[in-house]
């Protein structure tokens, strides 16, 4: 008698996408909250690139109240950015609102598509109003700019950090002299100009997520 046996080969069901559940769609709450927290992280990104300009450009110290002002103009411009959406989301689904048959790519909406279209419409509507309000709360602001102010300062000392280990391996003891204070403009150029390339780095990374990732793509109203 052998001492193993050849196991029987199975037999399989053919997969059945049908028989699987029914993924739950999204609350408009839901869609909400989630369309705000992507306009706030990139509206946090845009302060804190713009308080790394400002800090290497100027001279002036960091101000609250500068800093909150800059917060409050980012803000409006999201405010414009999702009305905008929504205008051509609307703009859209009228559009398909004519149209009949299937789909030939993503963005070639037909008649099936107008109640998801006009929910992102809303939802888009419903961002700008809410950004709109926050934009006017002081506490908002506040907590807003210097949460792109603590970014900010991890991404400078991050980058003078990989400097100064990439030009001298370590922590050099420098001593302040007339030739340290004269050749700081350059310094102070030459680290622009790195931060200058990781900053547009950053926004492209971004903008790519954002064409890529549609917090409301697969819902259907």
Same mark, same amino acid.
């Given at each position: 008698?052998?001492?193993?046996?050849?196991?029987?080969r199975?037999?399989?069901?053919?997969?059945?996408?049908?028989?699987?559940?029914?993924?739950?769609?999204?609350?408009?709450?839901?869609?909400?909250?989630?369309?705000?927290?992507?306009?706030?992280?990139?509206?946090?990104?845009?302060?804190?690139?713009?308080?790394?300009? !400002?800090?290497?450009?100027?001279?002036?110290?960091?101000?609250?109240?500068?800093?909150?002002?800059?917060?409050?103009?980012?803000?409006?411009?999201?405010?414009?950015?999702?009305?905008?959406?929504?205008?051509?989301?609307?703009?859209?689904?009228?559009?398909?609102?004519?149209?009949?048959?299937?789909?030939?790519?993503?963005?070639?909406?037909?008649?099936?598509?107008?109640?998801?279209?006009?929910?992102?419409?809303q939802?888009?509507?419903?961002?700008?109003?809410?950004?709109?309000?926050r934009?006017?709360?002081?506490?908002?602001?506040n !907590?807003?700019?210097?949460?792109?102010?603590?970014?900010?300062?991890? !991404?400078?000392?991050?980058?003078?950090?990989?400097?100064?280990?990439?030009?001298?391996?370590?922590?050099?003891?420098?001593?302040?002299?007339?030739?340290?204070?004269? !050749?700081r403009?350059?310094?102070?150029?030459?680290?622009?100009?790195?931060?200058?390339?990781?900053?547009?780095?950053?926004?492209?990374?971004?903008?790519?997520?954002?064409?890529?990732?549609?917090?409301?793509?697969?819902?259907?109203?």
């Amino acid at each position: 008698m052998p001492l193993w046996r050849r196991r029987s080969r199975r037999r399989f069901k053919p997969f059945d996408r049908s028989a699987l559940p029914e993924a739950p769609s999204p609350t408009f709450d839901e869609m909400l909250a989630e369309g705000v927290l992507v306009a706030e992280s990139a509206g946090r990104m845009a302060l804190k690139n713009r308080l790394i300009v !400002e800090a290497l450009r100027g001279d002036e110290p960091f101000a609250p109240e500068r800093a909150a002002a800059a917060a409050r103009a980012v803000l409006y411009e999201l405010v414009q950015e999702a009305d905008e959406v929504a205008e051509r989301t609307g703009e859209a689904r009228s559009e398909a609102a004519s149209r009949d048959g299937r789909s030939a790519h993503e963005h070639d909406y037909r008649r099936a598509d107008a109640a998801n279209l006009r929910r992102r419409e809303q939802v888009y509507a419903a961002v700008a109003r809410e950004l709109w309000l926050r934009r006017s709360d002081p506490d908002y602001l506040n !907590e807003f700019a210097e949460r792109a102010r603590r970014e900010a300062w991890e !991404e400078v000392s991050g980058a003078i950090e990989t400097r100064l280990e990439r030009e001298w391996g370590e922590w050099p003891q420098i001593e302040v002299d007339e030739t340290y204070e004269a !050749e700081r403009d350059d310094r102070v150029r030459e680290l622009l100009g790195d931060l200058d390339r990781g900053v547009r780095a950053a926004e492209a990374e971004r903008a790519r997520r954002e064409e890529e990732n549609d917090p409301f793509r697969g819902f259907v109203g």
